[in-house]
C-alpha cells in the first residue's frame, strides 16, 4: 500500500524560508519573507 497522498490543493513552499506560498493579488508569494517566484523586477 502507497502511503503517498496527493491533495488537490497542494501548498507551495519557498525556497528560502521554506515558508507557504499563497496566491495573492494575481500572483503567488510567500507570506513569510514576501518572496515572489518566477517573477522578474517590479
Ligand atoms: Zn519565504
Not at 513552499?13 to 507557504?20: A, E, I, N, T
Not at 506560498?21 to 517590479?42: K, N, Q
Amino acid at each position: 500500500m502507497s502511503t503517498q497522498r496527493r491533495t488537490s490543493s497542494e501548498a507551495y513552499r519557498c525556497p528560502k524560508c521554506d515558508g507557504v506560498l499563497a496566491y495573492a493579488d494575481g500572483s503567488w508569494g510567500c507570506t513569510d519573507c514576501r518572496y515572489v517566484p518566477g517573477h522578474g523586477a517590479d
